[in-house]
């Protein structure tokens, strides 16, 4: 009797262990979903990012020129920690419209700062000292400049291509960098034929001047970064 009370025993701690073992695998392994062959490629929703034609002098004005065409927003918004700016981005200087559009809409300015700042002057946006700046001009074109399309005098809250001065008899704009222009009459006569200004403030002169007059180090950069967001509005 008692032996037969060991072997019931016996048989009763192999079934056990092996319905744990069953359990385990239950719980490990991930069943596969088998697609119908019948479904075509298109009634699979897939999500992929757009694609990127990296901009280049050669490339620039016919790109930026379809672009515009098929991107006709004018309005942008920018936030920042001391407060919101709001641009209109003028008709008549189509390749820059275009190029801020195009980097607004692809999240460029987004965690850039307005790295330079002059009081009752300028301050300039669309840098930083982040690694990720330098991939996004890597991966949308970092070798071109727009070309110059110098229509407009420097106002109040003007909005203004920066430029480079190296090798530029052209007066040709960096596309990744622009300035807020609010400075007075005098101090613009250097500006005025020599870079494009292709937007104006609409609402937040105020964001404006508190940036302006932020402490800054000796290179006019912010003690403070002012990072950037930006968004297209309409």
Not at 107 to 127: C, L, M, S, W
Request: contains cysteine; charged residues 25%.
């Amino acid at each position: 009797m008692r032996k037969l009370l060991y072997l019931t025993c016996y048989f009763a701690i192999l079934l056990s262990c092996e319905d744990t073992k069953k359990s385990e695998q239950v719980s490990t392994d991930i069943p596969t979903k088998e697609i119908d062959a019948s479904i075509t490629q298109t009634e699979i929703e897939i999500e992929k990012k757009p694609d990127i034609i990296k901009i280049t002098n050669d490339n620039v004005i016919s790109f930026l020129t379809d672009y515009g065409n098929a991107n006709t927003e004018t309005k942008v918004k920018i936030t920042t920690r001391l407060g919101e700016i709001n641009i209109e981005l003028f008709n008549d200087t189509p390749l820059h419209r275009a190029n801020f559009i195009y980097l607004v809409k692809h999240d460029y300015f987004n965690e850039t700062f307005f790295h330079r700042v002059v009081p009752k002057f300028i301050i300039q946006a669309g840098n930083s000292d982040l690694p990720a700046t330098n991939q996004k001009r890597f991966e949308l074109g970092d070798d071109y400049l727009l070309p110059a399309e110098i229509k407009h005098k420097h106002v109040y809250g003007s909005i203004s291509g920066a430029k480079e001065y190296r090798e530029n008899p052209d007066k040709k704009s960096h596309p990744y960098e622009f300035f807020i222009f609010l400075g007075k009459p005098v101090s613009k006569r250097h500006l005025d034929g020599s870079y494009t200004v292709f937007g104006k403030v609409t609402e937040g002169m105020q964001v404006v001047e508190k940036i302006a007059n932020l402490d800054a180090d000796e290179g006019e950069w912010p003690m403070q970064n002012v990072y950037i967001k930006a968004e297209v509005i309409n």
